[in-house]
Every structure is written in C-alpha cells, then in structure tokens.
C-alpha cells in the first residue's frame, strides 16, 4: 500500500469528521467548557490574551485525551488483523458493504437511526484544569456522537490491512492529526472561528453528502480490492503528497 497517501488519506478523513454536522457546532461551547470562560471571553470581547491561553491550553490536553484513544484503536485494530489475515479476503467486502450502506445514510438514501442518537459526555461543572480536560477527551472519543463513527470506521479498516502495529498506530496518528489540529486552531483564534460558524452553518448539508460520497468510495475499494491501486494513483495524480514519507 501507498502509505504517504494512505497517511493524507487518514488526515482528510479527521478534517472531514471534524466539520461534520454533529461535531462542527459543538466545537465553540465545548470550548467555552474546557476552559471555564464565557462566550464574550471566548469570541475576545473580554480580557482576551488571559482567555486565549486557558481555552488554548485546555484544548491541547483535551486533544491528547482522544489522541490516546484513538491511536490505541490504531495499535488495537492492526493487532486484530494479523490476527484475522487469513480471513481478510472474506472480511474486506463485508466491511466494505457496511461502509457503503453507512455512506447511502449521509447522502440520504436512506436514514439509519442508530446514526442520529448522541453519546456524548455531559458533565455539570467545568473540569479541574488541564487533567479534567484531558479526561473530557478520552470521554469525547469514546461517546460521542456516533456521527463520525463511519469515518473513523473506515480509516480502522485501513489500519486493520497494516503489516505491523507501529503502521496502524501512524495511520491513526494522522486521522487525530486532522480532528485536533482544525480544534486547536478554532481554540487559537476563538474569535474568527466564532465568524466562520455563523456563515459556514448553511454548507452542512454538503459536508454530510461529502461524508457519503468519501464512505461510499472508501467501501467499493473495498469490495473491489482496489484500495492499494487508488493509494498509487492517488500518488501518481498528487506527486508532493511523497513528502509524506
């Protein structure tokens, strides 16, 4: 497999869960949350050096915190294929059928309802300081919203077909990369993050067609076998994406 584009591959995929219709809006009160500061402290219409360096530092720890999870489901998921790669020929279409279908959720085919229940983390007071707001992260990835459940199942798949442990724990690595480094910057500039919201909310219907059109492809190359095939061609059309490596 093509592993600098599989890498700029997992990388779009968190970029892509990051501005989905259930994690997107959420972002500035967690936020808000994280640090303990309001929505004008937030947005810098109040002491906004001081509250630019809590919500920062609250949004690194609470980065690490999904960062640990999912890059241990990286390791976990390429330990599970070694261990199942005689029966991988058998288990890729499977996997490739369930992504489609979850893929045909988001373009509208049809709706799985599994897909609109949330599972988020609520607390009732703000966490005590950077290790609350790590513990927040672990929570956010392992309940929240089963929204990016499809894309991050997708980029699994991927880690499962790794030869080794350290590959899976990369690809992985790259998807946190595309999740937390959109949140660390909305959490760096609060303010023109707050602008971008309110005039980006109209482009959430496209984003979720976007996720289905990614899941709907990612499962034919699947089905297909052609996943490697497209990691080549993908290197051949887009050439700087060897920097990777």
Not at 16 to 41: I, Q, R, T
Request: net charge neutral; proline share 4%; glycine share 12%.
């Amino acid at each position: 497999m093509a592993a600098e584009a599989t890498l700029i591959t997992a990388f779009g995929a968190g970029v892509l869960s990051f501005v989905s219709p259930c994690v997107l809006p959420l972002v500035p009160p967690y936020l808000g949350f994280l640090a303990g500061v309001s929505m004008d402290e937030l947005t810098g219409t109040e002491d906004q050096a001081a509250a630019r360096a809590q919500v920062f530092s609250a949004a690194i720890a609470f980065v690490l915190g999904f960062a640990t999870v999912f890059i241990s489901l990286g390791a976990a998921a390429t330990l599970l294929g070694q261990v199942l790669r005689e029966y991988l020929l058998y288990l890729a279409p499977v996997a490739g059928i369930i992504i489609i279908l979850m893929g045909l959720h988001f373009l509208g085919v049809f709706r799985i309802g599994l897909l609109f229940r949330e599972a988020r983390f609520h607390v009732d007071k703000k966490p005590a300081g950077l290790i609350g707001a790590y513990f927040v992260g672990l929570a956010f990835a392992l309940g929240w919203t089963p929204c990016i459940g499809p894309i991050l199942g997708a980029i699994m798949a991927l880690a499962a077909t790794e030869e080794t442990v350290y590959q899976g724990v990369i690809l992985l690595t790259f998807y946190t990369a595309g999740l937390g480094v959109p949140f660390l910057l909305a959490a760096l500039f609060a303010g023109p993050f707050m602008r971008f919201m309110k005039n980006f909310r109209r482009h959430m219907q496209t984003v979720e067609r976007v996720m289905g059109v990614f899941l709907v492809i990612t499962g034919v190359l699947f089905i297909t076998g052609h996943m490697a095939s497209f990691s080549f061609w993908l290197l051949d059309a887009f050439p700087g994406l060897a920097i990777v490596g």
